[in-house]
């Protein structure tokens, strides 16, 4: 079985050495970059299965190069590190096409835990039976396989994260499932009170698919406890 491949788009030469030792440990194969423009040329070369992308870059910003991988590869996972930690850079992050973030300092070992939940999503999604290739949620309509909705004549992109926390809130579509769930099968880490990462991509998910985001009425609320999908 060939090994994963990760590119890291990172400046900082110590943080690069300790990702790919990590990384190759845990069986990963690595490539790296350590401009903006060189890592999204290595990423057409190599074409690895997932990125780590600082966004304090010598030569341009994060943002950009993220929405030029993203042009690149609409399906791609995108990990975003940031030294920030002001929740605008993270939705900017996410609205330039990154799938999630980690902020610096890190836990390596809560990174590899999203690399693995990233491919067991990947690989799960492939044999599942359960979701159909498209699917509507009233006058929006969800293309799985081409990470698409479509509402009108408006048409969005998914990322990754998008697609699987929709795939799995169809799984048990009626039901309820909470932050704590859907933070361990879809981002494969422990939940903690201070992780917003599922309420912001449930915001992301709303304005592309909820003719009123503000009054949802198919991505809804389970107050004190997660969310729940609504045909």
Same mark, same amino acid.
């Given at each position: ?58 030569? &341009?910003?994060? %943002?950009? !190069?993220? /929405?030029?991988?993203? @042009?690149?590869? +609409? ?27 980690? &902020?610096?300092? %890190?836990? !390596?070992? /809560?990174?590899?835990? @999203?690399?693995? +939940? ?27 396989? &081409? ?85």
């Amino acid at each position: 079985m060939s090994k994963k491949k990760i590119l890291i788009i990172e400046d900082e030469p110590h943080i690069v050495l300790g990702l790919t030792d990590a990384l190759e440990f845990e069986g990963f194969s690595v490539v790296s970059a350590g401009t903006g423009n060189a890592g999204v040329q290595l990423a057409r070369q190599e074409k690895p299965q997932a990125i780590l992308l600082d966004l304090m870059l010598p030569d &341009t910003n994060g %943002f950009k !190069v993220c /929405e030029e991988l993203r @042009r690149w590869d +609409a399906f791609i996972p995108i990990i975003i590190l940031t030294a920030r930690g002001q929740e605008i850079d993270k939705i900017r992050g996410l609205d330039a096409g990154a799938d999630d973030y980690v &902020t610096k300092p %890190f836990s !390596v070992g /809560e990174l590899i835990a @999203r690399m693995r +939940a990233i491919f067991r999503r990947a690989s799960a999604a492939r044999s599942s039976e359960t979701t159909p290739e498209v699917f509507a949620l009233g006058q929006a309509k969800i293309n799985m396989t &081409t990470h698409t909705v479509e509402r009108g004549n408006k048409s969005d992109s998914l990322s990754f994260y998008e697609v699987e926390l929709l795939r799995l809130l169809y799984e048990r579509v009626g039901q309820p499932v909470s932050r704590e769930e859907i933070l361990q099968k879809v981002w494969g880490i422990e939940p903690n009170a201070s992780n917003r990462t599922v309420d912001n991509f449930i915001v992301k998910l709303r304005k592309k698919i909820e003719k009123s985001p503000d009054k949802p009425q198919h991505i809804l609320t389970v107050y004190g406890y997660g969310y729940k999908l609504a045909p």
